[in-house]
């Protein structure tokens, strides 16, 4: 049986231990290659202090590099009396190199170990957001200019109000996307920060060189202060979980909308038949069951931020065996979005458009605004125009006119996604994850 790295002669209850190892062993498979990345960065530090010889160092990158061949190969796993990935990785070390592979931890605690594999692991996740995001975005420009002359209404209050038009609606998700990949790019600033070498929160007495471990890793510069590193757990993640929870907002709210204009009350979308489902016992029924889930997980993640917040919010300076809760909740989350977003993108690029919506006469009201502004540029006082068509209205009298002259800003008829796009593409290429790529790269080729 493999002794715990902190173990001093003592036996822990068994269901004491199986209390506070808790999904570790589950969830720590996630960050199994991240805890290899930093081992081969710290032991190339470490020789470089002189804490390790140059043969101790290579032999232990080329057993490192061994153990990453397994994780990679889908075959490394955490064994039933070691706690956690660090300790498997270690103990994997130490079976076949002995005492140099003892010798790795030194100046680190399992404290910054988990640090920075989060770190690593978040760094990583939110790349593939960030790309998926952008898919997303471009579907819906694309799907935006294809239909930027079809009209459909627009509501408040769920009534039928003002003109509206397919090119808006489409656009009004892209852009909104827009704003979530700002929340994105201050998320991948925030984890792109080394903790390494802050060890249990208050540094160590070895000369560490943290610069030299933030270049290896690819790490836009560092955590400076120790104590503020350890504080930063549980905080990352929190903030991290708002710019996860600000994109399934809009996911949530698109799925929202799909939904209801895809029933039959509404009749302003159609789904793609292989992305709906049937009923055991209505034959005519194709349920938007895709967009349905994608509404609930992304709800769902929208309570993330606020469940971390209470597991972290009153605890003190220093490390506490609450914050391993919070991987429960965090590292799932990126798959859980990644798939709505997936789902959401394939979905809308197949999506289908009612082009005959005006033809129905329930939605002729909508372009009553349209009368009253014609009729005040023409001179008539804005509220005795409105007076005046709403009566016709209520009389039974008016008849619309549907041809529409939007022509400012974001507009029915100046719909300006180009500027959007511009947006989009400045915020996400200002983040160099190709930086941390090749980093990582290198790291596995020392």
Same mark, same amino acid.
């Given at each position: !049986? ?6 001093k ?5 068994p ?11 589950e ?9 290899v990345l ?6 190339? !530090? ?13 032999a ?10 397994i ?8 064994e %039933?009396?070691v ?10 070390l130490?079976?076949?190199l ?6 790795i931890?030194?100046g680190?605690?399992?404290n ?16 593939g ?8 975005f471009d579907a819906?420009i ?7 002359d079809?009209l459909?209404p ?5 009534q039928?109000?003002?003109p509206?038009s397919?090119?808006?609606?489409f ?6 996307l ?9 998320a991948?600033r !925030?984890?792109?920060?080394n903790?390494l ?18 270049e ?9 202060n120790?104590v ?7 905080k990352?993640e ?8 600000t ?9 929202f909308?799909?939904c209801?204009f895809?029933?039959?009350?509404f ?8 992305c709906?489902?049937g009923?055991?016992?209505?034959p005519?029924?194709?349920n ?17 931020p ?13 490390y ?6 919070i ?11 990644? %798939?709505?977003l ?6 809308i ?7 005959e919506?005006?033809?129905?006469? *329930?939605?002729d009201?909508?372009f ?14 804005f ?14 009298d008016?008849?619309?006119?549907? %041809?529409?002259?939007?022509t400012?800003e974001?507009?029915?008829g100046?719909l ?13 290429s ?6 941390a790529?090749?980093?990582? *790269?290198?790291?596995?080729?020392r």
């Open positions: !049986m493999a002794k715990k790295l902190w173990e002669g003592t036996t822990v209850n269901e004491i231990e199986r209390f506070t190892v808790g999904r570790d062993r969830l720590d498979l996630l960050l199994a290659r991240y805890d930093g081992s081969i960065a710290h032991s190339t !530090m470490l020789e470089s202090i002189g804490m390790l010889s140059t043969d101790e160092m290579k232990l990158h080329n057993e490192l590099r061994n153990i990453h061949g994780i990679e190969n889908g075959k490394f796993v955490i %039933e009396d706690e956690d990935v660090h300790s498997q990785v270690e103990l994997m130490t079976r076949r002995g005492d140099t592979g003892k010798k931890h030194s680190r605690s399992r910054d170990q988990v640090l920075l594999d989060l770190k690593l692991f978040t760094r990583n996740r939110l790349q957001i960030c790309h998926s995001v952008k898919k997303l819906l694309e799907q935006s200019d294809r239909h930027k079809v459909m627009g509501y408040t209050h769920l039928v109000a003002m509206s397919f090119g808006l609606w656009g009004a998700y892209a852009e909104s827009a704003d979530d990949m700002l929340f994105l790019q201050a991948y !925030m984890c792109n920060r903790p070498g802050s060890a249990a929160g208050y540094g160590s007495s070895f000369p560490l060189n943290r610069e030299m471990t933030t290896l890793l690819g790490f836009d510069n560092m955590n400076y120790v503020y590193a350890q504080m930063g757990r549980g990352c929190k903030n991290i979980a708002f710019a996860l929870a994109v399934a907002g809009t996911l949530s709210k698109l799925a909308d799909a209801m895809n029933s039959q009350n009749g302003f979308l159609k789904l793609p038949a292989e709906t489902t009923s055991s016992i209505m005519h029924k194709k938007p069951d895709v967009f349905e889930l994608l509404r609930a997980k992304c709800n769902r993640l929208q309570a993330l606020n469940d971390i917040l209470l597991i972290m919010n009153n605890l003190p300076t220093g506490f065996r609450d914050l391993q809760i991987k429960e909740l965090f590292l799932p989350a990126f798959d859980s979005l990644n %798939e709505c997936e789902m959401a993108t394939y979905i690029k197949r999506i289908e458009v009612n082009k919506i005006l033809n129905d006469s *329930r939605y009201a909508m009553s605004v349209e009368e009253v502004n014609r009729l005040a540029a023409e001179g008539m006082p509220r005795d125009a409105y007076r005046k068509v709403g009566l016709e209205i209520e009389a039974g008016f008849t619309p006119c549907k %041809e529409i002259h939007h400012h974001g507009s029915i100046n300006c996604n180009e500027e959007i796009g511009t947006i989009m593409e400045n915020i996400y200002s983040m160099d994850f190709e930086k790529n090749k980093a990582e *790269r290198a790291l596995l080729e």
